[in-house]
């Protein structure tokens, strides 16, 4: 009897969750009473439907989706893509300490030699980039040759006197395998070591296959093109400084830009990386060279490095690499620091003097190149006629920086000097890329 009463009641619709509570109650209190089951069975009823229309049950998921990013999976990684193009090969390899495949869901990893040869790729050598095969060396710091204590395998410098293979070095090998981690920075020097390596490989019909790894600056193009007149190790191609590429994106540029010279094509293939972009955010698991400790250093390199070719200290012989900047010649200030010997800095610019200037280990993440802190030091510098050394010219890939410094234009003039020559560039590079 009370079922059938209860179907009578007025309904938005048929499922019962939408029944109107108003009338509910009326009817409960009328008969309630006379039935305490029923009552206890309405009250349920009711607090269920009330929880459904005012919170969400515990297993939905009410986050959006689209700004969860998938994580990044480096060409290193997949295994199984490249593995089988290795086997019957002999391979060389470019790497050094940032050349690992890392353990599904862990920070733990192996080091991509050692891992391929538990899977028995008959590797005949590698070749160590600047810092070395294990990443330890200071900048600059000559590299020889040698032999690998753990694997025994022949390591083959390729910074110092020999930076391209030479035909001897190369017999024996069918292809080369590069697996380096790039900061993004025209005057890092690793992919100085990729375009002598393709070149070396193009010259003895050699394939270059490469694992390809996020660039940590890859959101940003920014700073002056390299003039050709000023080529050298810290500088090839005419790019600006912060190139916004990934080392296989750069890699498929040289080639088809036909910067190998002589019209060399390097057969070339790229293991791409799955769920990466241009703005995806990537936390460098391991150091890629000494004095870039950080994520903070890393993406502050491309500004500060201006310093290494003037009198000021960029923060080497301190914990805060290209964290900070300082010299005895700026103006005192509440904050200061002393350069001492450490670990990739055994000779650091003023080593053991008193340096004056800012720490900028706390500044927001930059998306273009910052010349306020070169232009500040160079005006409230006392030594402005030794500022600048010859190594600033290599640096900025251009003679045009150093004098409009000197004749004080401001960052907005010298910005927009580079425009033209930027923009020309961004188009190039949309041909070569992989990644969106």
């Known amino acids: 009897m009370f079922f059938k009463s209860l179907l009578s009641i007025p309904m938005r619709s048929q499922r019962i969750h939408t029944i109107n509570f108003q009338t509910l109650w009326r009817f409960c209190y009328r008969n309630a009473f006379k039935n305490t089951f029923l009552f206890f069975f309405i009250l349920f009823i009711s607090c269920g439907n009330a929880m459904t229309d005012k919170t969400a049950l515990p297993h939905q998921d009410t986050r959006d989706l689209s700004t969860i990013q998938k994580p990044i999976i480096t060409g290193a990684n997949q295994v199984a893509t490249y593995l089988p193009y290795l086997k019957n090969k002999k391979v060389a390899i470019v790497g050094n300490q940032t050349s690992v495949i890392f353990k599904k869901n862990t920070q733990q990893y192996t080091h991509l030699v050692d891992s391929l040869l538990s899977h028995h790729i008959a590797i005949q050598k590698v070749f160590a980039p600047e810092h070395g095969f294990r990443g330890k060396a200071d900048a600059g710091e000559h590299i020889v040759d040698g032999k690998d ?111 190998l010279g002589n019209d060399l094509q390097c057969k070339l293939k790229v293991i791409k990386m799955q769920n990466y972009s241009h703005n995806s955010s990537y936390s460098l698991p391991i150091k890629p060279s000494p004095n870039l400790p950080n994520d903070q250093s890393i993406n502050l390199y491309p500004s500060l490095c201006f310093f290494e070719g003037t009198t000021v200290n960029a923060g080497r012989g301190t914990n805060k690499q290209f964290q900070v900047y300082g010299s005895p010649f700026l103006p005192v200030s509440k904050f200061s620091y002393t350069p001492k010997s450490n670990a990739g800095a055994k000779h650091p610019k003023h ?67 580079w425009k033209k020559d930027l923009d020309t560039y961004k188009q190039m590079r949309t041909s070569y890329l992989l990644y969106p």
């Not at 006629?385 to 010219?393: G, Q």
């Open 149 to 259: 204590q753990k694997t025994r395998l022949p390591i083959i410098s390729l910074y110092g006197k020999n930076k391209k293979p030479s035909p001897a070095i190369l017999q024996n090998v069918d292809l080369i395998l590069f697996d380096i981690q790039d900061v993004g920075a025209r005057f890092y020097t690793y992919i100085s070591t990729l375009h002598y390596v393709m070149q070396a490989a193009a010259e003895n019909h050699i394939e270059v296959m490469i694992l390809d790894r996020p660039n940590p600056n890859g959101h940003y193009v920014d700073g002056p093109t390299l003039d050709l007149k000023h080529k050298s190790f810290v500088g090839m191609h005419p790019i600006p400084i912060v190139h916004g590429m990934t080392i296989g994106e750069y890699a498929q540029m040289i080639n088809g830009q036909g910067w």
């Open 351 to 417: 080593k053991g003097k008193r340096c004056y200037g800012e720490d900028l280990s706390t500044v927001k993440k930059l998306d273009q190149l910052n010349l306020n802190w070169l232009l500040k030091a160079y005006q409230t510098t006392q030594d402005k006629d030794k500022f600048f050394n010859s190594f600033f010219v290599k640096l900025a890939g251009t003679s045009e920086l150093q004098q409009q410094i000197k004749q004080g234009l401001s960052e907005k003039e010298i910005r927009a000097s």
